[in-house]
């Protein structure tokens, strides 16, 4: 005490300069160290930046993905690409255990990549990693090659001319990523759906693998490898949705002509030849040849929105698991 005393200067005029120079160096001392708290009090008091991680199946992680996270509010985008179902543990370790609890809606892990089976089994690791119970968890966005997204946005935008419920529709292309989840939603909603396949055996598959998780669902499987097939396959069809590989005819306009019963043909193909003859790709709820149409730009535009509005839910707290469901 008798030493710090020595440092302060008394009311009045200073013993020497030495003490003058002294006062004046311990006030900006305090001065200094005042403002380093007040400024790790702000810090302790403001919200964590968003920081979006995103594990890609790809070598190189999509710049599409990464754009459209940031638009959508992520502050920082942490991409790693190549990933594999054992790499998994510890990325998500150094997302859970680097905040507390109550700042890890600030985190969050979009999957994604071309390979649909693959980042399913990342999303299956990264679920085992988390640790909910304790608190450690950050929500998670399953997207790879966008087919959760793009079937999401197909099924809206035919729900807003029929009810689902009461519909039969048939899935053009029912075996590939986005078709299995566009039947998928469509079984979940309670209609009728017929998978369409050129291999009536892999069509019957994508049943069995949807009846795993909807016991009720009402499905059937169906050929479509030729023009023969096609025509009895839309028989009595209220909807129809083509979901195969990118220039591939799957349904030709004769056929989608002898459809009396069809409202809405839906098209998810944007590369020429189109899935559905006679539908554009900037078709949105356009009426063509007594149906209504969508095109694979008229449904892009709905994916975007639900892109985007899923990247914003996945910070509004830790416990999202947004899959095809």
Not at 19 to 43: D, E, M, P, T
Not at 109 to 128: P, Y
Not at 166 to 171: A, C, D, E, H, I
Not at 201 to 228: G, N, W
Request: proline letters at 5%; a positive charge; glycine letters at 8%.
């Amino acid at each position: 005490m008798q030493k710090l005393s020595r440092l302060y200067v008394r009311p009045g005029k200073p013993k020497n300069r030495q003490s003058a120079s002294q006062s004046l160096s311990l006030r900006r001392r305090r001065h200094a160290l005042g403002s380093v708290f007040l400024k790790l009090l702000r810090a302790s008091s403001m919200e964590k930046p968003k920081i979006l991680i995103q594990l890609d199946t790809d070598p190189h992680p999509s710049v599409f993905d990464r754009v459209v996270a940031v638009d959508a509010g992520a502050e920082h985008v942490f991409s790693y690409g190549n990933v594999q179902p054992e790499q998994v543990r510890d990325l998500v370790h150094g997302a859970i255990f680097t905040r507390g609890p109550k700042d890890l809606h600030r985190t969050a892990i979009f999957i994604g990549g071309s390979d649909v089976a693959l980042g399913e089994q990342i999303l299956a690791e990264v679920r085992k990693t988390l640790l909910p119970k304790f608190g450690l968890s950050v929500s998670v966005l399953l997207d790879s090659n966008g087919a959760n997204t793009t079937a999401a946005a197909a099924v809206r935008a035919a729900a807003r001319h029929l009810n689902l419920r009461q519909t039969t529709s048939l899935v053009l292309g029912g075996t590939g990523p986005v078709g299995k989840r566009v039947a998928h939603l469509l079984a979940k909603l309670g209609g009728s759906v017929r998978i369409g396949s050129r291999q009536l055996d892999r069509a019957e598959a994508v049943v069995q693998a949807i009846r795993a998780r909807l016991p009720e669902a009402k499905l059937k499987a169906v050929s479509t490898a030729s023009s023969a097939e096609g025509a009895p396959a839309l028989n009595d069809c209220d909807l129809v949705i083509a979901a195969g590989a990118a220039g591939t005819l799957l349904l030709p306009k004769k056929i989608r002509d002898t459809a009396s019963s069809l409202k809405v043909a839906i098209d998810l193909n944007a590369v020429p030849p189109v899935g559905i003859e006679g539908v554009e790709v900037h078709d949105k709820g356009t009426p063509r040849d007594n149906q209504i149409v969508y095109g694979a730009l008229g449904v892009g535009e709905t994916k975007m929105k639900v892109h985007k509005a899923l990247i914003a839910q996945l910070f509004e707290k830790n416990t999202h698991i947004f899959d095809i469901e």
